[in-house]
T-cell receptor, first 111, second 115 residues
Framework: QKEVEQNSGPLSVPEGAIASLNCTYS??????FFWYRQYSGKSPELIMF????GDKEDGRFTAQLNKASQYVSLLIRDSQPSDSATYLC???????????FGKGTLLTVNP | DAGVIQSPRHEVTEMGQEVTLRCKPI?????LFWYRQTMMRGLELLIY????????DSGMPEDRFSAKMPNASFSTLKIQPSEPRDSAVYFC?????????????FGPGTRLTVT
């Protein structure tokens, strides 16, 4: 059974701080890693993806991947109240198009 | 360009009734996914199609659930008979092979309540 684990939170940070969200996965054959953001009552939307070990930056967001440790993280710099949402980590294996999602981490950014 | 369209947005039904959820994927997308989201279990993949053909239905919980995709622009998820434990938000998502990252675009979801 392929598993993706996330701390459910809630993670609470003050406005302007760095929010760090973490995810571990069980399938060593996993190839692609995604972070989706889901506002309350809305559908998930993709904000970051990463394939290779190391860091990938996009604006205030940085995704980090360590395949040896089976660990992927998302850093949000200069957190804003509008970043308050549930962040879902998703993993895809190399041979199919299925995504396995973690249960998500609820992030609250306090003004 | 319109996104993924789902109907109905909300459905309330009594236990034992048949429920049909509908989805129209983004035009040109060749993959379609059905998910179920609950607080307890998170977002679970139920089934996915490629070019209208079911590829993996291992997530379908039991025989009460069935899904069809008669053409590239329409899919249904049917629950018969429905039970209270089926209450959840059901999402449809689509993606395109031509998209190098196979990003999945989610519809707004159908909130199903079975009483």
């Amino acid at each position: 059974q392929k598993e993706v684990e996330q701390n459910s939170g809630p993670l609470s940070v003050p406005e302007g701080a760095i929010a760090s969200l973490n995810c571990t996965y069980s399938d060593r054959g996993s190839q692609s890693f995604f972070w989706y953001r889901q506002y309350s009552g809305k559908s998930p939307e993709l904000i970051m993806f990463i394939y290779s070990n190391g860091d990938k930056e996009d604006g205030r967001f940085t995704a980090q991947l360590n395949k040896a440790s089976q660990y992927v993280s998302l850093l949000i710099r200069d957190s804003q109240p509008s970043d308050s949402a549930t962040y879902l980590c998703a993993v895809r294996g190399g041979s199919n198009y299925k995504l396995t999602f973690g249960k998500g981490t609820l992030l609250t950014v306090n003004p | 360009d319109a996104g993924v369209i789902q109907s109905p947005r909300h459905e309330v039904t009594e236990m034992g009734q048949e429920v049909t959820l509908r989805c129209k994927p983004i035009s040109g997308h060749d993959y379609l996914f059905w998910y179920r989201q609950t607080m307890m279990r998170g977002l679970e993949l139920l089934i996915y199609f490629n070019n209208n053909v079911p590829i993996d239905d291992s997530g379908m919980p039991e025989d009460r659930f069935s899904a069809k995709m008669p053409n590239a622009s329409f899919s249904t998820l049917k629950i018969q008979p429905s039970e209270p434990r089926d209450s959840a938000v059901y999402f449809c998502a689509s993606s395109a092979t031509r998209d190098s990252i196979y990003e999945q675009y989610f519809g707004p979801g159908t909130r199903l309540t079975v009483t």
